[in-house]
Nanobody, 118 residues
Framework: QVQLVESGGGLVQAGGSLRLSCAAS????????MGWYRQAPGKERELVAT???????VYADSVKGRFTISRDNAKNTVYLQMNSLKREDTAVYYC????????????WGQGTQVTVSS
């Protein structure tokens, strides 16, 4: 079984910064792509950013130039540095990872709330 635990969410003023962390634990051989997704009230979950095991990154257009995804493979942890936050970034942010156990399986964290006030 694999667990993903997010931390770092909270309330911040527009223009501010937050750093999210997501640590993976449990029984697995390796981790492929990890990523962050978000879901705002009344909207579908959307991709924010992903990072491969060799650190290739993909970003949603809405966060390019403001957010940076990174990972520490030795710690099985992925980060999301969020700068110049806007009210429209308010959402629950979910961590995701593709884990090799007996086969390749997606796992999700429980989510962490990010609220940006004006």
């Amino acid at each position: 079984q694999v667990q993903l635990v997010e931390s770092g969410g909270g309330l911040v003023q527009a223009g501010g910064s937050l750093r999210l962390s997501c640590a993976a634990s449990g029984s697995f051989f390796s981790i492929n792509t990890m990523g962050w997704y978000r879901q705002a009230p009344g909207k579908e979950r959307e991709l924010v950013a992903t990072i491969s095991s060799v650190h290739n990154t993909v970003y949603a257009d809405s966060v390019k130039g403001r957010f940076t995804i990174s990972r520490d493979n030795a710690k099985n942890t992925v980060y999301l540095q969020m700068n110049s936050l806007k009210r429209e970034d308010t959402a629950v942010y979910y961590c995701n990872g593709e884990f090799w156990t007996d086969y390749l399986t997606d796992y999700w964290g429980q989510g962490t709330q990010v609220t940006v006030s004006s």
